[in-house]
């Protein structure tokens, strides 16, 4: 069977790995891939969004089946091509990618079906925004309405932030034409929990809780980041959290978009707030996070490939999802001065008898040398039984693996372990 995975990051090395383990894929592509990935798939120079070049390659290579891992390719409407010439795929269509392709669009989307997400505006007016910004709570959130490489949301703490983000989307074009309607948003506060899910459109069945660690250093302090490291699973997310979510918030979104004529399948993503008030949506997203899949797969008992093919078949029912009762962590390695300015084309030296996975995102693979290639460079994940026992494990074994200039927080897991010991 041959399978290909369109991306190239840590999420995507993930997912191959896990794929890997079944038996009756032949040849598994990467488009693109990287330096890490090459050393699990057959890599091959395509970007993701090169529509027309993923859909000859596919056709030339006999794809029997096609993951599609990112929210550009998918939001573009890649599975919508690829189907169209007979090729499988995990991952929504275009009309179901806008869950993620629109703010604006999932916003109204949760207003209208009740389901629990912060207070909002809309805004396709830089002076109306403006004028909303005198009256507005404080701290308040702006979000670009599209797709900004996971940079297009500002959580504003002065009045003067808030009306510099609005200016900087809507006149300034910084995010280009995805910052032509903005989102004002309320505040929320409470614990952070992601949540990543399998779902057919008829059927739902989330994975393991995660929680991302954004800032990039020490103490959620810095910049943000794309994931600076993450754990699972989430111990503030309980089973009675977890029951409220699926009723509130899990089940009716996927009727919504059945009842909006956008049945969406492949993997659903909730970014979810615990507040005093209940759980809320802060965020959807279409595909695996980055790096929730990291913590998240390497747990999973079941066959991966098996689920997805399930998925896109709408015969999820039908097929066992089960996750170890272990937990995992995942220490991410950048490059010094990420997400600023940072040096690239050192070598990496990743010992032969690591006990653990590694997930490379940003490396290149020269003359038989991973060299760093990125801000992220790769992801070292461990599991254990218990999330102390991953935590240490993950340190032990990042403590290892060395490249000039690497850096990475220390206390990635420690609010989850402080969360267990509160109980």
């Known amino acids: 069977m041959n399978v290909m995975v369109i991306g190239g ?12 383990k079944n038996k009756s894929i032949t040849d598994l592509y990467a488009l693109p891939g990287n330096g890490g990935i090459a050393l699990d798939a057959t890599c091959v120079a395509i970007g993701a969004k090169e529509m027309d070049a993923i859909t000859s390659f596919a ?41 993620e392709g629109s703010k604006v669009f999932s916003k109204n989307l949760m207003k209208k079906y009740n389901i629990p997400t912060a207070a909002y505006e809309v ?5 109306a925004a403006l004028r909303y910004l005198d ?26 932030e808030a009306k510099q983000a609005v200016r900087s ?31 057919d459109n008829k059927t739902m069945i989330p994975m393991l809780s995660s929680m991302d660690h954004k800032r990039a250093l020490d103490g959620d302090q810095g910049l943000n980041t794309g994931g600076m490291g993450t754990i699972a699973p989430n111990p503030y997310y309980t089973k009675e959290i977890a029951e409220q979510c699926m009723q509130e918030i899990f089940l009716p979104t996927m009727a919504a978009m059945n009842q909006e004529g956008r049945p969406f399948k492949g993997c659903l993503y909730f970014g979810l707030m615990l507040t005093a008030q209940g759980p809320k949506v802060i965020e959807y997203n279409c595909r695996f996070g980055d790096p929730e899949t990291q913590v998240v ?22 097929t066992e999802v089960k996750f170890s009762r272990g937990a995992a962590c ?33 490396a290149k693979l020269q003359d038989g040398q991973l060299k760093t290639a990125g801000g992220r460079v790769l992801g070292v994940t461990a599991v254990g039984d218990t999330l102390s026992a991953a935590v240490d494990k993950a340190y032990e074994q990042t403590a290892r693996v060395q490249f000039e200039g690497a850096y990475y927080r220390k206390d990635i897991g420690q609010r989850a372990l402080q969360a267990e010991r509160e109980g």
């Open 330 to 362: 995942c220490v991410v390695m950048a490059s010094q001065g990420y997400p600023g300015s940072y040096e690239t084309g050192f070598p990496i030296n990743i010992p032969a008898d690591l006990d653990a996975e590694v997930y490379v995102a940003g």
């Open 169 to 199: 989307m809507m006149e300034d074009k910084i995010f280009g034409d995805s910052g032509s309607q903005v989102v004002i948003e309320e505040f929320l506060t409470g614990p952070e929990v992601s949540v990543l899910t399998f779902t």
């Open 59 to 99: 056709a030339e290579k006999g794809i029997d089946f096609a993951v599609v891992a990112p929210d550009d390719p998918l939001v573009l409407g890649v599975v919508d091509a690829l189907e169209a010439i007979g090729i499988p795929c995990f991952g929504p269509n275009k009309a179901a990618a806008i869950l």
């Open 9 to 20: 990051g840590g999420r995507e090395h993930a997912i191959i790995k896990s794929l890997r």
């Open 297 to 318: 797969l390497p747990l999973l008992e079941s066959d991966l490939l098996s689920v997805m093919q399930a998925t896109a078949a709408e015969t999820l029912a039908e």
């Open 123 to 127: 805004f396709t007016d830089l002076a």
């Open 135 to 160: 009256e507005a709570p404080i701290p308040t959130v702006v979000k670009a309405d599209g797709l900004a490489l996971g940079k297009g949301v500002i959580i504003a703490e002065t009045r003067e």
